[in-house]
Nanobody, 123 residues
Framework: QVQLVESGGGLVQSGDSLRLSCEVSGVTLDAYHVGWFRQAPGKERERVSYIHSDGSPYYMYYAKGRFTISRDNGKNTVYLQMNGLRPGDTAIYYC?????????????????WGQGTQVTVSS
């Protein structure tokens, strides 16, 4: 059974950094595309970044230049390094994976979701 476990969230001040981790078990990561999504209170879930199975990254405009996604297939883990955090980044961050980029990123209907990790940025 596929399981994704996020960690690394916390309460930080504006301008600080966090590194989120998404540890995957039950599958071999190298065949999967992995994405990070977030949901703020009262708002819809939104895309943040994804990393293709070949290692190519993509970022939403608000993450570009501040966030860096990476993967370590040997550790079955995907990371999201977040620098220059802003109060608007406050949300629960979820990782998800799929062998289909379309299902993961376009439809937001991946094979599996993690349980989420809370990121809170104070001003």
């Amino acid at each position: 059974q596929v399981q994704l476990v996020e960690s690394g969230g916390g309460l930080v001040q504006s301008g600080d950094s966090l590194r989120l981790s998404c540890e995957v078990s039950g599958v071999t990561l190298d065949a999967y595309h992995v994405g990070w999504f977030r949901q703020a209170p009262g708002k819809e879930r939104e895309r943040v970044s994804y990393i293709h199975s070949d290692g190519s990254p993509y970022y939403m405009y608000y993450a570009k230049g501040r966030f860096t996604i990476s993967r370590d297939n040997g550790k079955n883990t995907v990371y999201l390094q977040m620098n220059g955090l802003r109060p608007g980044d406050t949300a629960i961050y979820y990782c998800a994976l799929s062998t289909s980029w379309n299902n993961l990123w376009v439809k937001q209907s991946p094979d599996s979701w993690g349980q989420g990790t809370q990121v809170t940025v104070s001003s």
